[in-house]
């Protein structure tokens, strides 16, 4: 953990020794009383901690704020629901990379089984979400919804600057051509781990999407969208 990210509601109350959190503060960080370390409160400022006491079961905590955190980037992410495991490692890269929305639909070649994974349905998600904040040092938590259809995706992100569609087999572009405009808003659409159908093209060109291509080789689905993100996010200058 870059950042022990806390939510408004911890902060009145010690935080139990069981915590991962506060295992790390105690055995990664070392933290003894009196020491501080680098806190954020979920989609509110970063500052720091105080360890004021350690108890059998809990430490006590004190908070000192700075200013609120930037917003996230205007990206949304769109990804065919994929396995659980390839969607772990979306959250946390995508919740790293800065981007402001994630969206997960079930596509034409989606198992709809992975809607049903513990991943959704106990709210799993949201530990990797915060994995991903945490590591880039950030508070600000991308919001993220699952299960809809594609066209009901498509039509919740109809007011961005730019659509870009990741597509093997019938992109018109290289996605490292595309020009952006500094304060673009973008919509990046991956398909699920078998790509989209011919059918599913047509709902993304009639969208207004651009299908744009990584180059030749064929890359997993999680190393698709973290290449595609970085040329984006270069492309709109959030690197700079």
Same mark, same amino acid.
């Given at each position: 953990m870059n950042l022990i990210l806390m939510d408004r509601s911890e902060i009145d109350h010690p935080l139990p020794k069981t915590d991962d959190r506060a295992v790390h503060i105690l055995e990664v960080l070392r933290r003894k009383v009196g020491d501080a370390f680098d806190?954020?409160? +979920?989609? %509110?400022p970063k500052g720091k901690a105080r360890l004021e006491e350690v108890t059998p079961d809990t430490l006590v905590l004190s908070y000192g704020w700075a200013d609120p955190e930037p917003p996230l980037d205007p990206i949304t992410l769109l990804v065919g629901l994929s396995r659980? $495991?390839?969607?772990?490692? +979306?959250? $946390?890269?995508?919740?790293?990379? %800065?981007?402001? /929305?994630?969206?997960?639909? +079930?596509?034409?070649?989606?198992?709809? #089984?992975?809607?049903q994974s513990k991943?959704?349905?106990? %709210?799993?998600?949201?530990?990797?979400?915060?994995? =991903?904040?945490? $590591?880039?040092? &950030?508070? $600000?938590?991308? &919001?993220?919804?699952f299960g809809m259809s594609l066209d009901e995706a498509l039509s919740s992100a109809t007011n961005a600057d730019a659509k870009l569609a990741l597509d093997n087999y019938e992109n018109t572009e290289p996605m490292s051509d595309v020009q952006l405009r500094d304060d673009s808003s973008i919509v990046l #659409?991956? =398909? &699920?781990? /078998? %790509?989209?159908?011919?059918? *599913? /093209?047509? &709902?993304?060109?009639?969208?207004?999407?651009?299908?744009?291509?990584?180059? *030749?080789?064929?890359? /997993?689905?999680?190393?698709?969208?973290?290449?595609?993100? #970085?040329?984006v996010k270069a492309a709109t200058g959030s690197w700079r």
């Open positions: 806190v954020g409160l +979920i989609n %509110g659980p $495991q390839t969607n772990r490692k +979306i959250l $946390q890269a995508a919740a790293t990379m %800065g981007v402001e /929305r994630m969206l997960f639909p +079930i596509t034409d070649r989606a198992e709809p #089984a992975y809607a991943l959704w349905t106990t %709210g799993e998600y949201r530990r990797h979400l915060l994995a =991903g904040v945490a $590591q880039a040092f &950030s508070t $600000q938590v991308p &919001s993220v919804t #659409a991956v =398909g &699920s781990e /078998r %790509g989209w159908t011919a059918v *599913e /093209r047509e &709902s993304l060109r009639d969208a207004n999407f651009r299908l744009v291509g990584l180059g *030749e080789r064929v890359l /997993r689905t999680e190393t698709a969208v973290v290449s595609a993100l #970085a040329l």
